[in-house]
């Protein structure tokens, strides 16, 4: 039995610390780079046997001897860097992918020697790790990658900047949650980025990440209200007018009011008209009282500026029910020009249909 045990014995573990033994008397820089070359195939294999508890020994235990490093031999710092660069590139990390079908199983104890061993590989691992989270389709693996991603990024984020340079959709859409819990300027512009890319999927993940990120950025934003893209002008226009903000209200009422508006859609203007509604206040109630009560010749005919006499009885029912607004809607709805009452009108009957939607969903 002894010696059947010492034939089959994986001599993987012994091989690692009779090498880090090595390591710590070696003076040479050449026979220390050889040593650590021998190890990055070590490493790799025991990765590839699922020896995680002893994947995480080994790496507490350098990380351990690089600590007591004396000053005279502060040549073996960047050997040690490098040996720890070439053990997260996808040649030994990758054989990861191999495990993950099994991770959801594996045993507690296992799941955490992973997980704290990867947290212990250097930043430059998210580029290995990155493509791994687009791919695998397992909650249980997604969830740790994520994980271990964003405290790497946490650390350093250039890692995670170079893997989103040039990424395919499916990894930038997994990457945009992880962003938008980091701060910098450098993660924003990224972001601000790729609003303009050509998917528009990554482009909407982009604009939700920054409008949850910082209320500001919907300055730099607003000018997607025009986009080509119904999907993203409805996006901006639902931000704008989600609740009272005098940022969303100065913007919109800037737009609408010195006439910048040059999607002519029906339903963009009217949804522009809403939104400002929900985000207003009396701020904008003369404008959006003389546009829907504005007396002339056309009104009193009742052609001319209809689309914007609804637009602005549309704001109007969106906003408080406060007395200026009331009186207003009020005059609106018996006034002589049959124009502002039939704007009126349709303002009224477009809310209920829209609330009748809304009830069927």
């Given at each position: 039995?002894?010696?059947l045990?010492?034939?089959t ?6 091989s690692?610390?009779?090498l880090?033994?090595?390591l710590r ?5 050449k026979n220390f780079?050889?040593?650590?070359d ?13 020896e995680?508890?002893?994947v995480?020994?080994?790496l507490?235990t350098?990380?351990?001897l690089?600590?007591?490093?004396p ?19 996808p040649e030994?990390?990758?054989t ?8 959801s199983?594996?045993?507690?104890g ?11 590989f ?8 990155g ?10 693996v ?7 991603i ?5 650390r350093?984020q ?6 989103l ?6 990894l930038?859409r ?16 990224l972001l601000f ?18 409008f949850s990120?910082?209320?500001?950025n919907?300055r730099r934003?607003?000018?997607?209200i025009?986009?080509?893209q119904p999907?993203?002008r409805g996006?901006?226009?639902g931000?704008l007018g ?13 737009y609408l ?11 963009h ?12 206040s009396?701020?904008?109630l ?14 009193f ?8 006499r609804?637009?602005?009885a549309?704001?109007?029912l969106?906003m408080?029910?406060?007395a ?11 006034s002589?020009?049959s124009?502002?009452?039939s ?11 829209k609330r009748?939607r809304?009830?069927?969903?």
């Amino acid at each position: 039995e002894m010696v059947l045990d010492e034939e089959t014995r994986d001599s993987t573990e012994d091989s690692l610390e009779v090498l880090t033994i090595i390591l710590r008397e070696q003076r040479d820089p050449k026979n220390f780079s050889i040593i650590l070359d021998f190890l990055v195939e070590e490493f790799s294999y025991a990765l590839v046997q699922g020896e995680y508890f002893f994947v995480l020994k080994f790496l507490e235990t350098l990380d351990a001897l690089q600590a007591e490093i004396p000053p005279e031999e502060t040549w073996t710092l960047p050997l040690l860097d490098d040996f720890r660069r070439k053990i997260s590139d996808p040649e030994v990390l990758g054989t990861l992918e191999q495990a993950w079908p099994e991770f959801s199983v594996m045993e507690d104890g296992r799941r955490e020697a992973l997980r704290q061993a990867l947290l212990r590989f250097p930043a430059d691992v998210v580029l290995t790790l990155g493509p791994m989270l687009a791919k695998t389709g397992l909650p249980a693996v997604e969830r740790l990658l994520r994980e271990i991603i964003t405290v790497h990024a946490g650390r350093d984020q250039q890692p995670l900047l170079r893997l989103l340079d040039g990424a395919e959709e499916p990894l930038i859409r997994k990457l945009i949650p992880l962003l938008r819990e980091m701060e910098g300027q450098a993660v924003a512009e990224l972001l601000f980025g790729l609003t303009r890319h050509p998917s528009d999927p990554v482009r909407r993940d982009a604009i939700q990440a920054l409008f949850s990120m910082d209320q500001e950025n919907l300055r730099r934003l607003f000018p997607l209200i025009g986009d080509p893209q119904p999907s993203v002008r409805g996006l901006i226009l639902g931000h704008l007018g989600m609740k009272r903000n005098p940022l969303a209200e100065e913007l919109l009422l800037n737009y609408l009011e010195k006439g910048r508006v040059h999607i002519k859609d029906r339903q963009h203007i009217l949804a522009c008209y809403r939104a400002l509604g929900r985000c207003g206040s009396p701020r904008s109630l003369p404008f959006l009282r003389d546009s829907l009560l504005k007396q002339d010749w056309k009104a009193f005919l009742g052609i001319g500026d209809t689309l914007q006499r609804q637009g602005a009885a549309l704001a109007l029912l969106g906003m408080p029910d406060e007395a200026d607004v009331k009186t207003a809607l009020e005059r609106a709805s018996r006034s002589l020009f049959s124009g502002v009452r039939s704007s009126y009108r349709r303002a009224v009957e477009e809310e209920e249909r829209k609330r009748r939607r809304g009830g069927r969903r």
